[in-house]
């Protein structure tokens, strides 16, 4: 069953548009959330996270916003790039703070 | 300061065979975690280690097994190979067991043949 689910498999998106990443998840004791990109044959870079006592969170190009009772986290890039282009993974810390439980990812596709 | 650092980047083996991945953390984390990334099952989490114990492990079965040494690095070690085996293994650290933003590796290609 999984906890973390990202149910696009894949986005595209002109260079200087919005990029919206969906993250749903099932588990109300999540309380952490982290999005990872990554390249094939890399490991994958951290972006950005949020806590559950924030709703939102932004660095730069990246915001990530959080919906406790939807149970719903999304990043938002602006303005996207091509450089942009690689899965992008949502993840959750599991409840004993041990693990990283991840979605199955989000192919993001910025053409120019 | 260096990131994770793993060892070897690829490898091919055979079935049957037994292989050992290796770990560095970023100086100074003591938290070392594996995952293993395939085409099907995406991201999945096999072991954490802390100080030297294991804190956690994932639904893998008994042929995936890792240790902590005492200056951080880790191994895991998966014996008797299966074609399944073959996927992008990665090791992740964190400073504490209370740190929550975790870094990556470049991650170990291991393909079985």
């Known amino acids: 069953d999984q906890q973390v689910k990202q149910n696009s498999p894949s986005l595209s998106v002109q260079e200087g548009r919005i990029s919206i990443l969906n993250c749903d998840y099932t588990?109300?004791?999540?309380?952490?959330f982290l999005w990872y990109k990554k390249y094939p044959a890399e490991g994958p870079t951290f972006l950005i996270s949020?806590?559950?006592?924030?709703d939102k969170n932004e660095d730069g190009r990246f915001t990530v916003f959080l919906n406790k009772s939807a149970k719903h986290l999304s990043l938002h890039i602006v303005p996207s790039q091509p450089g942009d282009s690689a899965v992008y993974f949502c993840?959750?810390?599991?409840?004993?703070?041990?693990?990283?439980?991840f979605g199955k990812g989000t192919t993001l596709s910025v053409s120019s | 300061k260096a990131g994770v650092t793993q060892t070897p980047r690829y490898l091919i083996k055979t079935r049957g065979q037994q292989v050992t991945l290796s770990c560095s953390p970023i100086?100074?984390?003591?938290?070392v975690s594996w995952y293993q990334q395939t085409p099907g099952q995406g991201l999945q989490f096999l072991f954490e280690?802390?100080?030297?114990?294991?804190?956690n492990k994932g639904n893998f079965p008994g042929r995936f097994s890792g240790r902590q040494f005492s200056n951080s690095r880790s191994e895991m070690n998966v014996s008797t190979l299966e074609l399944g085996d073959s996927a992008l293994y990665l090791c992740?650290?964190?400073?504490?067991?209370?740190?929550?933003?975790?870094?990556f590796g470049e991650g170990s290609w291991l393909t079985v043949v």
């Open positions: 992740a650290s964190r400073g504490d067991v209370s740190g929550n933003t975790i870094y």
């Open positions: 280690y802390f100080s030297e114990t294991q804190r």
């Open positions: 993840a959750s810390i599991n409840q004993a703070g041990t693990a990283l439980i």
């Open positions: 949020i806590s559950s006592i924030k």
């Open positions: 588990n109300s004791m999540f309380d952490y």
């Open positions: 100086s100074g984390h003591r938290s």
